[in-house]
């Protein structure tokens, strides 16, 4: 009997040409994270974020009829509106913030929140549908430029990494290991990779990473250890009588919000007990972040570095640590 | 065109946007199934290349920066495994 050959190579040979391809795409790979580590992200996020952009725009509306456009812009208006007349009261307490600080001899701590600089609410906060004259226009809003808008493009969970993917990069003058704000100035995690017009940030609740904060009134410091999801743990002692709805601090001079105890977690048998929180933001629905622009490039964000080069106040640590108390 | 080429395209679509979107959920079972049905589908490998580049290789998530490539190799050589095996 006669049988047709369907290929003209012999089944080994191709098996071995296939393998030896395979071969070669890791080999390629290894050699550009070695030699040239953002080639490979620069690329593909050069093909997906006219998707992701495309995504954004259909999720914030701009498919909407034009009537319905109008009302929205008419609404916003009226919001500028109320807002500016809150912020007119907002300056008040601003300023006797200033006063009290520089009676209490610290005129260098005052505030730098995105929420100040309200002299430049005027005309120029009109709606405005590109995403650069948001971007401008929220800059101008916040303190001299000092935080700039940024908007989400991929979010967890639907992302593997606990991670966000933000449309600013190094283009728009964001560097690596900028810190990462939600609306509400709640600090929520850092720059890790910058590319051109994408920076990936990392949130400070992925698994593994620490962060020092204060929790509840007596600002009781302790170390936030990231469950992943918005969701972070701290071990303290006993004693401290935090209770669920306290408040959590970044325990830098600025003492930002970071988030609030949602649960307290007690054994009578262990000297500490286990405080769980999370930002008042679900990270999972986060559309907007603001980007420090003030920060300085830092060694553990560098891509070429290696874990091993963490700084204290962000560290990755052992996995035995990080199990949540039963 | 065939049938199979069509197959083929149209699951390397569907891989596309999943990844594009990181529904790492969904791009698991379409790259099962095309290891499963085509020979030798380097394309998987790309998708997990793709999706590490975008999502992942980030030092402070170390080794798992790499999940997707590592993962796309291991369903690669044991589907290929498998399959000789049972056929």
Known sequence: MM???TSSRPAERRTRTITIALGSIVALVILLQV????FLPA?????????????????????KSPTELLAENEALKIRIQELSTQDASADLLRTQNAELLSVLGRPDLSLTSFNSGSNATGSSTTAS?????????????????ARMLAAVLVRPPLTGYDELIVDAGADQGVVAGAKVYAPGNILIGTTTDVLGQTSKVTLLSSPGLTYPVLIGANHMPATAVGRGGGQYEAQVPQATKIAQGDSILDASLSDEAFGTVTAVISNPADPFETVLFSPEINVYQLRWVLIDQNNQSQPYLNTQKTVSSVPSTVQTVKSTSTKVKK | MNRTVLFRI?????????????????????VIIGAWRFYYTIEIVLAGIMYDALFGMVPAVGVWGYAGTITAFGILIILHVLKKVVR
């Open chain 1, 3 to 5: 049988y047709i050959r």
């Open chain 1, 35 to 38: 030699f040239i580590p953002h």
């Open chain 1, 43 to 63: 690329i593909f996020t050069t093909i997906a974020r006219p998707f992701w952009r495309m995504e954004f725009s259909i999720q914030s509306g701009s498919l």
């Open chain 1, 129 to 145: 549908s590109s995403m650069s004259d948001i971007r401008r226009t929220y800059s101008t809003l916040s303190s001299a430029g």
């Open chain 2, 10 to 30: 149209f699951l390397d679509s569907a891989l596309f946007v999943t990844i594009i979107n990181g529904w790492w959920f969904v791009a698991f079972p379409l």
